[in-house]
């Protein structure tokens, strides 16, 4: 009897939150379909799961190991090259590689697989939202001679339908429609006859508008950018991973180097990936690649329906796109020939995902660059003191592109001390504009020219309070004053959503008299409103953004200049070009200045940068204006001297100081409870136990700090009790070491007590 052939078996990862990966032996009638990067069901714990295929292993012979269900795809959902990427991300970030990889595919590819079966019916795929359209065309070897048919009897247009039935391959029925006020009736006739056919299929609508588009042939280069071109071109043929700094000032020209390296990496047969920290930025970046490289662009952002993004993703596992587009998750676009990342706005904290798995995405492109041998192009012209120290100590190599193109100048900024206001006679509690801030928009206004406002707080007040006794209206979930908002009349809390409408008595004294205090965009735009009621307003923040599409057509009301002032918080500071803005407004540097986190100088830099570049890219000279209580603030002094190196030395003596990034890493274990008390002896227990584990290693002792516990600056958000403590190490090795160590004692302490605990490795967000 021949002996039975060995068994191939599959590591698996399970799209559950549990650490680790799983073996599963392959049936014989799937050996054939099993590949790296398709989805498998398998039996787990009596249920049936989602998991993913991440190796193939040989044959060999174990026990007790279960046979997989069933094979899902037809072909990978990402190439093997991505798997150790994916591993790196779950080693690093503390998270399991099964969300990992659940997170990096679109909505539209996990479903949920039914189970009575556990294989997908027919049209299961349809239900990730992909639009349907019905066909028209003729059925093969039909022929129609309309002369064979009574004239009288036809309808008048009936020839002319024909002609474009028989002269096309196929019609969509929508255009037959609208082409003929009769289309469906003669298309239900020609089918009758036996000569025409209808087809069902879904399809996806172009994503990129190409109208935004200034010139789509590219300009000749000038000679910094050639420089820094050829640079790239050698790094991207040598084929080794290399990391480039490219510190380009605003309208320096870093879109056209970006182009020039994607073309040369599609020369070499490489794709790229091209990173924007806005999903707003995607339209005008991904509209000019589109014009010049045609479909073998791709777009990726959360942004996008479940049908497009499922779309987009199967054209470039496919490999239909040399390039892909978008926010942070186009990191995870599964290209197999990657040859450069461009990161855009690399400092911008966007880059961050906040929620869930927090990953951050600048630093990961690096590390999938470094496993696939791609050239990295990190872009800014405000880089992050991290990288920039990283290209000063050769780490990173250094591109410059210290001048505007076309010879243009920088704009001229005007720093305004707003307490020489507050003390005038004339001064009221609610000026939100300056005199010098008025005069400018009211001469740009009467010249034809544009404005951008930017003020980083949304809504019409940033406060609702009792003028008698000073009691604010606080949201019941979280520690914050509710947010004002005029359209509606209600009062909202922009972290958790609850809202309510403005209460007549103080919930304190029970006095009548509250009214708003403070102001937000809302109230901004109001104020323009009264001062230049012939002027055009619009608004770009995340309250007018909720409708899909709304910022590409703001973006191209603005850009076809039928808005002459767009007022907005940071949306409105990355990456835009419109040459008609001439002036820029700063209505409060302070907001980012006095936020509690040890980057608040440097978030004020570059914000206060950024938007200043976005005036004087035409051929009139920009003017910034920004209004200021802090005036001799080293970060407001750098900006108003264009000065980024002035800035750099001295945050990066602050942080050797404080040992804060770049001189360490952080890592910050944070605390959830609904009872404030239990959460906080939760918190001093695990803290001990950190200080325990760190004096038990004579290594760690020099390498890592432990800061607190202590209550989260934001102490109560939507509904939880919140407390953190921070841990600096000198290495990564040695605190990952200890957060794992961490996470595996903190089970028991957490088990039964109602307290959450997150470990946020690197983070951006301290509140």
Same mark, same amino acid.
């Given at each position: ?38 989805? &498998? ?19 060999? !012979? ?10 899902? %795809?037809?072909?990978? +959902? ?53 639009? !349907? ?11 129609? %001679?309309? $002369?064979?048919? %009574? ?5 008048? #247009? ?38 025409? @056919? ?6 996806? @609508? ?16 000038? =000679? ?7 640079? /790239? ?60 490289? !045609? ?48 990161? %855009? ?41 991290? =990288? ?17 193109? *076309? ?7 005007? &720093? ?21 801030? @008025? ?21 019409? $007040? =940033? ?26 009349? #209600? ?7 609850f809202s309510i409408k403005p209460p007549n008595r103080c919930p304190a004294c029970n006095r009548e008299d509250l009214k708003p205090y403070g102001f937000g965009t809302q109230r901004v735009v109001e104020v323009l409103k ?17 409708? @899909? ?57 570059? *914000?206060? $940068? ?8 035409? #051929? ?82 020099? #390498? /890592? ?29 040695? *605190?990952?070491?200890? +957060? ?9 302490? +957490?088990?039964? $007590? ?14």
């Amino acid at each position: 009897m021949p002996e039975t052939p060995p068994k191939i078996y599959v590591q698996v990862a399970v799209a559950l939150p549990i650490r680790g990966t799983f073996t599963y032996t392959v049936t014989a009638e799937l050996k054939e379909k099993v590949a790296v990067g398709k989805r &498998v069901l398998v039996p787990f714990s009596g249920r049936k799961i989602t998991a993913y295929i991440l190796r193939i292993i040989p044959p060999e !012979k174990r026990k007790g190991v279960k046979d997989i269900i069933t094979v899902i %795809d037809a072909y990978p +959902l990402f190439p093997p090259q991505m798997v150790k990427f994916f591993e790196w991300l779950s080693h690093y970030y503390l998270y399991p590689i099964g969300l990992v990889i659940k997170g990096a595919l679109p909505t539209g590819l996990n479903v949920r697989v039914p189970e009575d079966t556990g294989i997908p019916k027919k049209g299961w795929l349809d239900r990730v939202g992909l639009l !349907k359209m019905v066909f028209i065309s003729a059925k093969k070897d039909s022929t129609i %001679d309309t $002369s064979l048919f %009574d004239r009288k009897r036809l309808p008048e #247009n009936e020839d002319e339908f024909l002609k474009m039935i028989m002269s096309r391959k196929e019609v969509s029925l929508r255009e037959i429609k609208h082409a003929f006020s009769n289309g469906s009736y003669l298309v239900d006739k020609w089918v009758r006859k036996g000569f025409l @056919k209808k087809t069902s299929r879904p399809v996806v @609508k172009d994503l990129i508008d190409e109208s935004l588009i200034i010139s789509p042939d590219p300009p000749p280069l000038n =000679s910094k950018q050639t420089d820094v071109v050829e640079k /790239i071109f050698k790094k991207l043929k040598a084929a080794t991973f290399f990391t480039y700094l490219l510190h380009g000032i605003t309208d320096s020209g870093k879109t056209e180097v970006y182009y020039h390296a994607v073309r040369a990496a599609k020369k070499l047969g490489k794709q790229s990936i091209l990173m924007v920290p806005e999903i707003a930025l995607t339209v005008s970046l991904a509209s000019l690649f589109k014009a010049r490289f !045609k479909d073998r662009v791709a777009i990726l952002h959360s942004a996008l329906s479940k049908g497009e993004r499922y779309y987009q993703w199967i054209r470039i596992a496919k490999g239909d796109a040399d390039v892909v587009i978008g926010a942070r998750s186009a990191l995870f676009a599964p290209l197999s020939r990657l040859g450069c990342i461009i990161v %855009d706005e690399e400092h911008d904290l966007s880059y961050k995902q906040e929620e869930k798995f927090r990953y951050q995405a600048r630093d990961a492109a690096i590390v999938r660059a470094k496993l696939s041998d791609a050239v990295v192009i990190l872009g800014s012209g405000t880089p992050s003191i991290q =990288s920039y120290q990283n290209a000063a100590i050769g780490k990173y190599g250094f591109l410059a592109m210290p001048k505007r193109i *076309l010879k243009r100048q920088l704009p001229d900024i005007k &720093v305004i001390d707003m307490a020489q206001f507050e003390k005038s006679s004339a001064a009221q509690d609610e000026d939100i504009m300056s005199p010098p801030l @008025k005069e400018a928009i009211e001469e740009n206004v009467r010249q034809k020219k544009q404005t951008i406002l930017f003020l980083n707080r949304r809504g019409f $007040s =940033s406060l609702y309070l009792c003028r008698f006794c000073g009691e604010t209206i606080r949201c019941p979930n979280c520690e914050v004053s509710l947010t004002y908002h005029k359209y509606g009349n #209600n009062l909202l809390c922009h972290y958790c959503g609850f809202s309510i409408k403005p209460p007549n008595r103080c919930p304190a004294c029970n006095r009548e008299d509250l009214k708003p205090y403070g102001f937000g965009t809302q109230r901004v735009v109001e104020v323009l409103k009264d001062l230049f009621p012939k002027a055009r307003i619009e608004r770009m923040d995340r309250d007018t953004m909720k409708h @899909k599409g709304e910022v590409q057509q703001i973006l191209k009301r603005f850009m076809q200049h039928e808005t002459d002032i767009l007022v907005g918080t940071q949306m409105v500071t990355k990456g835009h070009d419109f040459p008609n803005v001439t002036l820029v407004g700063v209505i409060s540097a302070d907001l980012s200045l006095n936020y509690p986190d040890f980057r608040a100088g440097e978030i004020t830099f570059q *914000l206060l $940068s950024q938007v200043a570049g976005r005036t004087g890219r035409g #051929n009139v000279a920009g003017k910034v204006i920004i209004q200021t209580f802090n005036p001799s603030h080293y970060a407001i002094t750098a900006t108003k001297d264009h000065n980024y190196k002035k800035f750099f030395t001295k945050e990066i003596a602050l942080r050797r100081q404080v040992n804060y990034p770049p001189f360490s890493l952080i890592a910050n274990v944070r605390f959830l409870g609904n009872n404030n008390s239990k959460t906080q002896k939760i918190a001093i227990h695990i803290g001990m136990k950190i200080r325990n584990t760190i004096k038990n290693t004579p290594k760690r002792k020099n #390498n /890592i700090e432990v800061l607190g516990p202590a209550e989260a600056p934001m102490a109560k958000l939507k509904g939880k009790y919140r407390q953190q403590i921070l841990i600096k190490s000198r290495t990564s090795q040695h *605190l990952n070491q200890l +957060l794992n160590e961490v996470e595996t004692f903190s089970g028991k302490i +957490l088990s039964s $007590s109602g307290v959450r605990m997150i470990i946020d490795v690197d983070p951006y967000q301290m509140m």
